[in-house]
C-alpha cells in the first residue's frame, strides 16, 4: 500500500471548496456564470479544477458567499496551515488510515499522568492506534464517535471488543449496532473525563444530522483546548453541508472558530490546524 504522506495534504483543493459552495447554496449556475462575467460551459471547467484568472475567481467566490482573499490564497497555494508540532501537544496524535481511496483520520489524545487515553473516531485500520496504545502503555477508555459515515466507524467493532471502553456517540444519528458494546448515546453540553482531561461536545451538525466536536482541555501541558472536530471542519474548507450547508457553515463560524485562537483543530479528514489559523484563511469562516 502507498504510504500515508506526511504532513498530510490540505483535503481540498480550491474547486471542492468553489463546488461545496455552489451545491450547499443551490445558485442557479446560468446566473452564477453571468455574474462571474463566464459562459456555463466555463463554469464547468472551473468546477472541474481548471484555474482561470484571479479576477474571475474573486467574482465566483463573492457569487456564491465565500471569503474572496482566503478563497485565492487558496487557488493560489499561499494557505498551509502550520505543522502539527508534536512538543506543544503532548498526548496527542493524529492516525491517518486508508479507507478505499480516501485516507481518514482518527486521534488518540490522553492524560499524560493516568495514562488514559480516548480515541476519536477508528479509522479504517486499528493496528497503528494499537501500536500507540502499547507503546506508549495507555489504557483506552473512551471511544468518542463525530459522526456515524463508514470511514469513521470502519473497524467500530474491533475497537469495542479489544478495550471495551466506554462509547460516546452522537443521540441524533443512526443507532450504532455494535456487538461490542452499548453506546452512551450523547449531544450539545456532554461531559467527558479521560483521567484528568475535561471534554464537552458541541452539536456541530450539517455534514451528518447529529454530528459532534469534542474540545477538551487538560489542567496543565497543553498551551489551548484541543477540539476534534471530524468533518465539520478541514484546514481551509469544511465538509460537505450533505445535511444542512447553511447549518454546518453557522457551527463552523460560531461554535468552532469562536473557540480560543491557539485551539488546535483535528480535523477527520487532511492536516491539524487551529482556530487562529482558519480565521484567516478558510472561505468558509
Ligand atoms: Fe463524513
Redesign the pocket.
Known sequence: MTPIPQPLPLEDAWNDVLGKAVRGTGIDEKNLAASANIIPSQLKSILGGERPSEDTLRRLAIAVGLRPGPFLDLAFQRYQPAPFDAARWPGVVQVPTRYMDMIVNSYLVWDAVSREAALFDTGADLAPARAIIERERLKLSALCI??M?G??IAVLDDVLKTYRPRFYAPKDEPAPNAPGGNAILIEEGAEISIGALKGRALLTDG??AG?LTYVFTAPSGWPAPVAVV??ALFAGSM??G?VSYSRLRDNVRNKILTLPPATLLCP??GPTTTVGEEDEHNSFA
Do not use: A, I, R
Open positions: 463525530t459522526h459515515h470511514d469513521h455534514h451528518s454530528h471530524g468533518d465538509g460537505g450533505v477527520g479528514h
